[in-house]
């Protein structure tokens, strides 16, 4: 059975870090590229990170340079340390394979605020 479980969000300040986490289960992991996507209220998901299944990495600007994606094939997961946190950074975060896309996750709430 495929799942997602993503963990690690709450409430900080702007300026702030985060590291979410992301357990796979089902599928072939180290075979498998990833990303990371965040849906703020009344917006569309968007996808923010990405890591092949070789290692190479891919943000979008407007993450770039303040997120970093990284996984261990070892324990099925996959992670975004989140730095210097922006109140627009706020959503609930999910990870899933790139393509075909799997069943979404519940989803970790961040919250960026003072």
């Known amino acids: 059975q495929v799942q997602l479980v993503e963990s690690g969000g709450g409430l900080v300040q702007p300026g702030g870090s985060l590291r979410l986490s992301c357990a796979a289960s089902?599928?072939?992991?180290?075979?498998?590229?990833m990303g990371w996507y965040r849906q703020a209220p009344g917006k569309e998901r968007e996808l923010v990170a990405s890591?092949?299944?070789?290692?190479?990495?891919n943000y979008a600007d407007s993450v770039k340079g303040r997120f970093f994606i990284s996984r261990d094939n070892t324990k099925n997961t996959v992670y975004l340390q989140m730095n210097v946190l922006k109140p627009e950074d706020t959503a609930v975060y999910y990870c899933?394979?790139?393509?075909?896309?799997?069943?979404w996750g519940r989803g970790t709430q961040v919250t960026v605020s003072s």
């Open positions: 890591i092949r299944n070789d290692g190479y990495t």
């Open positions: 899933n394979r790139l393509s075909p896309r799997l069943t």
């Open positions: 089902g599928i072939i992991f180290s075979f498998t590229s």
